[in-house]
């Protein structure tokens, strides 16, 4: 008789998550694996911030605002909206609220394409969440936990399975290296099993209290 899809999760989680048995990972998780994200009020877009000197479009949502105007390898420049302007790399950098307001609001972009400077205007609408592929889930899995918070420990204190369906709710600590703090927080993920291995999931992360716990500091909008 075949595992539970409870006890895959659970051997998931203990073999992979805790141990760091990163080789094993292939074992439980399928190659068509995805990995769903919440919605969001935006532009459709994610872009990169590590670079020194200039933050760059990633990747645009099929079917979003965003599609058809904005390319991944844009070059973001400044960004205008009818209340904010950010005008230098480091306002941009600062807070991703350029990206987000209301529904139908717009907002005015300087992007670079190609080594030319040009204007696109994006209105923000409800975004489904991007679908994060196999690749890209497992490099981010592996960084993380090896790089980013490698004394992660994650505890399942309830577990509930219905048909093809797993879910978790988790209690989890670590130290966050880029700050040097520990915290602890708790997370719930919808798993979904075919086969016998891993091949969709759903997360609800930390609430601000991890965020806290690590030093940032959260304000009014308006303040």
Known sequence: MGKSNKEIVLEFIELCVNEKN???ITDYVSQDYVYRNPPYVGMGINVDRNLPDKIVILSVKAGGPSDGKLQVGDELLAAEDETDKWET??????TSSWGHGKI????KLKIRRDGKEMEVEVTRSKIEGFDVPFNIVIDAFKHYHTVDCPDHK???MHIVAEGDIVMTYSQIEGTVTEFD?????????VWRLADGKITEAWGVGPELSYYYQLGYKIERPDS
């Open 154 to 156: 994650e505890e399942v």
């Open 89 to 94: 790399l480091e306002a941009l950098k600062e």
């Open 22 to 24: 990163l080789d094993a």
């Open 181 to 189: 703090r520990q915290a602890v927080w708790t997370s719930s993920t």
């Open 104 to 107: 139908g609001t717009t907002v």
